[in-house]
């Protein structure tokens, strides 16, 4: 069942297990279409598998997850033509060509962009005819964001969006990211770099150790800790001898 006026996301009270280890401990936050929002927080704080019960992948132990409105363990067809992903380490067979792989995964959808267009957004259009495994680092990372927009989605979600990239390349996506939310889309960044959230991101969430330890806009989170920068509050917050606040602080949302 569609609901038209559905956030983006919406994760309430979300636990994930794995076996006895518990990764995702009641993590609630809502993203607004139209806002890039980070998933933010330590190695192993549970930002990848919250964002794959986001994406249908994993499904969760106890708690609701929802992606316009829809429930992604038992809608992931319906979510996934609505969503776009760029995943962590992700790799393609190495002989498969950029183009080759731009059509092998336009027949996913029933809908795309046109993919010369794609192929000059995201500087690859030289690229076309060359090997995955003949790319770049920063090449390959391309290649995933593009296809991550192949079938225009609405919401587009990043997990380590910039990790390998140059200095320019990182500029150059963080602008990218940014023209992603001008033109209306919702943005899930995933990323353990700090400023990249704080130049990015409307709001974050912060995860360590499955919980949600603050949660808003980077700059009154600053604030709040009387602090000069996010990975100051990343500092304070996560980690032995955090000043973790109380679980009232996760249930936070706008
Ligand atoms: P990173 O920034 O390092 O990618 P993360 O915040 O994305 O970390 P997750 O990948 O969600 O963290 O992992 C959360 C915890 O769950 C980690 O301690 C990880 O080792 C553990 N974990 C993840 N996947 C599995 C699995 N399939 N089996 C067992 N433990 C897992």
New binding site residues.
């Given amino acids: 069942m569609l609901t038209p006026d559905a956030p983006a996301i919406e994760v309430a009270d979300l636990h994930k297990r794995?076996?006895a280890?518990v990764?995702?401990d009641g993590v609630s936050f809502t993203v607004p279409t139209g806002e890039v929002f980070g998933?933010v927080?330590?190695?192993?704080?549970?930002?990848?598998?919250?964002?794959?019960c986001l994406l249908g992948l994993r499904e969760p132990d106890a708690g609701t997850v929802r992606v316009f409105g829809l429930d992604p363990a038992r809608q992931g067809a319906e979510v996934r033509l609505r969503v776009g992903a760029q995943l962590?380490a992700a790799q393609l067979p190495p002989r498969l060509r950029v183009g080759e792989a731009l059509v092998w995964f336009a027949s996913f959808y029933p809908h795309t962009v046109d993919v010369d267009e794609l192929l000059a957004r995201w500087g690859l259009t030289d690229k076309r005819s060359t090997a995955f495994g003949d790319l770049s680092g920063g090449q390959r990372q391309r290649l995933f964001l593009a296809l991550a927009l192949l079938h225009s989605p609405e919401l587009v979600c990043f997990?380590?969006l910039t990790t390998g990239l140059d200095p320019r390349a990182r500029r150059d996506t963080w602008r990218q990211v940014e023209s992603l939310r001008d033109e209306g889309r919702t943005v899930l960044v995933?990323t353990?770099d700090m400023e990249e959230a704080e130049r990015l991101c409307d709001r974050v969430a912060m995860?360590d150790g499955?919980r949600v330890v603050a949660l808003g806009r980077p700059a009154d989170l600053v604030e709040e800790a009387g602090v000069r920068s996010l990975e100051d509050v990343f500092l304070a917050r996560t980690g032995p001898g955090s000043t973790t606040p109380p679980a009232s602080v996760e249930m936070e949302v706008r």
């Fill in positions: 794995y076996g280890f990764a995702v998933l927080g330590s190695n192993g704080a549970g930002k990848t598998t919250t964002l794959e962590q997990d380590e995933v353990h995860l499955g």
